[in-house]
């Protein structure tokens, strides 16, 4: 009767998953901070864009 152990394929098998879930989050968080990066100016345009009053877009690029 075992008690609760598990056998080394178990054991490896859900390392693998684990390796792999870890390595599919790195993955996926490195492309969101990209997406992010490159995305956040122009997502600050379009809602400054469709504001009201609607202000042109030299005015939105302009610190003044």
Known sequence: ??????????????ESTMKKVKE???WTLK???V??????I????????????KPQLYQLLTPV
């Open 42 to 53: 122009p997502v600050v345009i379009i809602i400054g864009m469709n504001s009201e009053p």
């Open 1 to 14: 009767m075992a008690r609760g152990r598990i056998g080394k394929g178990a054991a490896s098998e859900e």
């Open 35 to 40: 997406v992010v990066h490159y995305g956040f």
């Open 31 to 33: 492309k969101a901070k």
């Open 24 to 26: 599919w989050s790195t």
